[in-house]
């Protein structure tokens, strides 16, 4: 049986994404105390694979898994799940909002709700915990002051035996979340919808260099879903460069992509080439294959008519 380590406690945002991925249902979820502690234990071959966030659509990049991802495991990421965040105020019953002194949440959930609880409980103060099901189990079972409300989603309200105060608080209705899983080896065949994450590390900062990397992308005809900068930790200035792109390895256009910025950079580290988030890969690929056969049949026909 496949096994599949996600942040938990039961009851968090990330088994609540796990848990749409319908042909996972056999798999044994195992949940464990931080993104890090779900990266090492991959890492380690513990569990076979690991699911984490990668990015939020309010607050960005989860920096601490990206910078896990490109300095300390060579793991791959084998599908990504973007996942609707509906963040709630929840508490004890019979609780109130007047009743609520402080609030108990993981840091990016409370950063999500920050409008929303500088507004309504301007005098609370914020805790951090490991995950926002830790934040609501602690709740449930009393184990923190009166007066404590913790944010989280539904699903651990009906876990931890707590009431939804207040619903749908995030500053944005748009809230979502980037997920995805990652494991030791393996990379899954091209679906047509697929995508592809590299590092590229440059020789020197030199003028223009990222101009350069972009150009790789831009000849081809690759389009961009992410680009962001992360410190390399070798001194200030010193920046690696995090890229998804629309394709795969399989790919020639890719491969060639990928071949040509190897060669011209100091280091790419590959990150995985995997199905993109949505319903649309088998249409998509149908199409590309089409593309291909008539541009490979037009190019076949011109090369025929070369004097040899």
Partial sequence: MTRIAFLGPPGTFSEEALLSQRDLDEAELVPLASFPEVLATTTAGDVDLGFVGLENSI???????????????????????????????????????????RVLSFPDAAAQCKGWLSRELPHAPVVAAN??????????????EAGTAALGPALAAKLYGLDVLAEDIEDHPDNETR???????GIPAPTGHDKTSIVCFQHVD?????????????????????????????????YCFIIDFEGHVDDEVVADCLRDLHASLADVKFL??????????????????????????WISRIRGDIDR
């Fill in 59 to 101: 607050e960005g990049t989860v920096r601490m898994v990206l910078d896990a991802l490109i300095f300390d495991h060579d793991l791959l990421i084998q599908r990504e799940v973007v996942w609707r965040v509906s963040q709630n105020l929840l508490g004890p019953p019979g609780t109130s909002i007047a009743d609520v002194r």
């Fill in 272 to 297: 995985g080439s995997y199905p993109a988030a949505g319903d649309h890969g088998p249409a998509r690929r149908r199409d590309a294959e089409a593309s291909w056969r008539a541009a490979d049949e």
């Fill in 131 to 144: 995950s926002t099901a830790e934040a609501a189990k602690l709740v449930g079972e009393g184990a923190v």
């Fill in 179 to 185: 997920f995805v899983i990652v494991g030791r080896d």
């Fill in 206 to 238: 030199r003028p223009g260099s990222l101009h350069a990397i972009l150009g790789q992308f831009s000849a081809r005809n690759l389009n961009l879903t992410k680009l962001a900068s992360r410190p390399t930790k070798r001194g200030l200035g010193h």
